[in-house]
């Protein structure tokens, strides 16, 4: 009797065992394995728009030096607040003017065989300004020289709102990328039948900043010439299609 049981025990677990692989042979396969086994085509383009800029990001500063740390502060404090004083004058509001770096360092003179010798302490502080006048951008150098900064460390150009462009950047990504997609396909006898992924890289990134020199006064009436040019507005896509005979 117990060898019986055994017996349809055994008989029932090998029928168990021969519907779940009967399963498994049936189980519709993944869209992974579907996309593996269908011919693709992976591609990659990319847009690019030309805009003016309509605002430009300055750096610009004061550096002092005196025989006292206090003295080096207080005469940079001084001339810092002219300058700022003058870009407010120039039609920068507050919030376009930030404090982007402050030091104090001790000067020390090296001769050789002796310990260095302190001779005086300098200043440096520096300030990041946003122009959004770019027909005013001269003016507000010179203005800021004038009032007492000593270094202007750098010019960078860009768009304040940058949407719009980088829109159309994409629609040109797009075109270009399709108009690519179906020349494969043509030349390789094939038709598109589906996009299986699209992403997108890259956006809007304004240029480097360009230097400018440091001034310390200033002897032309003329005003700074400044030419802001265009800025380049790509947008990177890269896209699977599924291609049919």
Known sequence: MKALFRAAAIGALLVAGSAGAALAQTAPTSAADTL???TTLSLSAFG???RAPDMATISLGVQTEAPTAAEAMRLN???MNQVIAALKKAGLADRDIQTSGLSLNPQYVYQENLPPKL???QVSNQVTIIARDLTKLGQVVDATVKAGAT??????FGLQNSAAAEDAARAEAVRVLLARMNLYARATGYS???LVTLSEGGGY???QPMPMLAMARMDKAESTPVQAGELK????VNATFELIK
């Open 36 to 38: 593996f086994r269908a």
């Open 48 to 50: 690019e728009v030309n």
């Open 77 to 79: 404090a001084v001339k």
């Open 119 to 121: 001779t005086g302490y």
């Open 151 to 156: 270094n202007v460390g750098g010019i960078q």
């Open 192 to 194: 598109s039948a589906r």
């Open 205 to 207: 990134s304004p240029p």
């Open 233 to 236: 507005v790509r947008i990177d």
